[in-house]
């Protein structure tokens, strides 16, 4: 639960966060009535600019509002400062400074969210490609083992060409001059190191095993 309350407070803070939602509005509410009272005092303390503090709500209005409710604010705000402005002749052209810096400030935040945004939204779309490696008992995965055809020794590889072209346990000792349970050995032993478990397995790979003594 407490992990579930964090990320619901973090997404807060996430561009667009409150767009479609319906807070959104609420939101939206707060961040005029906000921007009214800074400028109420704007115009009660003509002596002091205190207009600056209009950018805290624009901005935030312009990182988690959707798009008509984030122009509504802003547009509102500029109406303040159109307000303020000609209501205040002594410090116009601070206030023209001032809202000057506070709207491109904004802009800017809108931009970078609006940028941060499309990157989050592409890696939500993006799933992650995780590659697992099984040990292959087939014959394309068999030489991508450490014991594939190169681990095997001379002999086992002789058995194994001529069990792979069919012959039995017998005619392999007889025509190498082994005895049949040795036969059977070196082919245990390199069906382990190839990691098949059946002669129909060796007769697939028979090309790479090379011709037969």
Not at 169 to 197: F, Q
Request: overall charge positive; glycine content about 8%.
């Amino acid at each position: 639960m407490n992990r579930t309350k964090l990320n619901r407070g973090l997404f807060l803070f996430r561009p667009y966060a409150l767009a479609g939602r319906p807070r959104e509005l609420l939101i939206a509410g707060i961040c005029i009535v906000l921007l009214g009272a800074v400028f109420v005092a704007e115009i009660l303390t003509s002596d002091v600019v205190v207009g600056a503090f209009a950018l805290l709500p624009l901005l935030a209005a312009q990182w988690v509002l959707s798009g008509r409710l984030a122009a509504l604010v802003a547009i509102v705000a500029f109406l303040f400062f159109g307000a303020a402005i000609a209501v205040e002749s002594g410090n116009r052209m601070t206030m023209i400074v001032l809202g000057a810096a506070v709207f491109i400030t904004a802009l800017i935040g809108r931009l970078y969210a609006t940028g941060l945004d499309s990157v989050l939204s592409s890696r939500r779309h993006m799933r992650p490609t995780i590659k697992k490696w099984n040990a292959s008992t087939t014959l394309d995965g068999m030489d991508q083992s450490s014991h594939g055809l190169r681990s095997l020794t001379r002999r086992e590889l002789e058995v194994a060409r001529l069990a792979a072209e069919g012959y039995t346990a017998a005619e392999i000792g007889r025509r190498l001059n082994i005895g049949d349970r040795t036969v059977e050995s070196h082919l245990g032993s390199a069906y382990s190191k190839l990691r098949i478990s059946s002669r129909v397995q060796l007769v697939r790979m028979a090309s790479r095993l090379g011709a037969p003594p």
